[in-house]
């Protein structure tokens, strides 16, 4: 996906179009088109519209359709029998040309010259 961001620009990053497809723990995600998927999730699959971009059976990426105020996640199979089906991205958040974040404790970023 040549010139998209691999950036959010809100907490919820219901725009993010990038390509991140680990979630925060390193679980590869899971396709959104996907047989598998949780029943809660199936609502999602056939949605576009939930999606800033189309769907396909190989997308995979990190996305927020569902408008979560952690940002993006995705479907993961956890190997390690912990149960999680699902888990936030670590989705940076934008900057403008020329600022930096300082980010504080709790994933709570503030901007600074």
Same mark, same amino acid.
């Given at each position: 996906?040549?010139?998209?961001? *691999?950036?959010?620009?809100?907490?919820k @990053?219901?725009?993010?179009?990038?390509?991140?497809?680990?979630?925060?723990?390193?679980?590869?995600?899971?396709?959104?088109?996907? +047989?598998?998927?949780?029943? *809660?999730?199936?609502?999602?699959?056939?949605?576009?519209?939930?999606?800033? +971009?189309?769907?396909?059976?190989?997308?995979?990426?990190?996305?927020?359709?569902?408008?979560?105020?952690?940002?993006?996640? !995705?479907?993961?199979?956890?190997?390690?029998?912990?149960?999680?089906?699902?888990?936030?991205?670590?989705?940076?958040? !934008?900057?403008r040309? @020329? *600022?930096?974040?300082? !980010?504080?404790?709790?994933?709570?970023?503030?901007?600074?010259?």
């Open positions: 996906m040549q010139g998209v961001k *691999e950036c959010k620009v809100s907490q @990053g219901g725009e993010y179009m990038g390509t991140k497809n680990r979630s925060i723990s390193g679980f590869p995600c899971n396709p959104w088109v996907d +047989d598998t998927s949780l029943a *809660e999730d199936r609502v999602f699959q056939y949605k576009d519209s939930a999606f800033p +971009d189309h769907l396909t059976d190989k997308h995979n990426y990190c996305r927020n359709p569902k408008g979560n105020p952690g940002g993006p996640w !995705c479907n993961i199979q956890d190997s390690t029998g912990s149960g999680i089906q699902w888990e936030y991205c670590d989705v940076p958040f !934008c900057t040309e @020329g *600022e930096k974040r300082a !980010c504080k404790t709790g994933d709570q970023c503030d901007s600074s010259e």
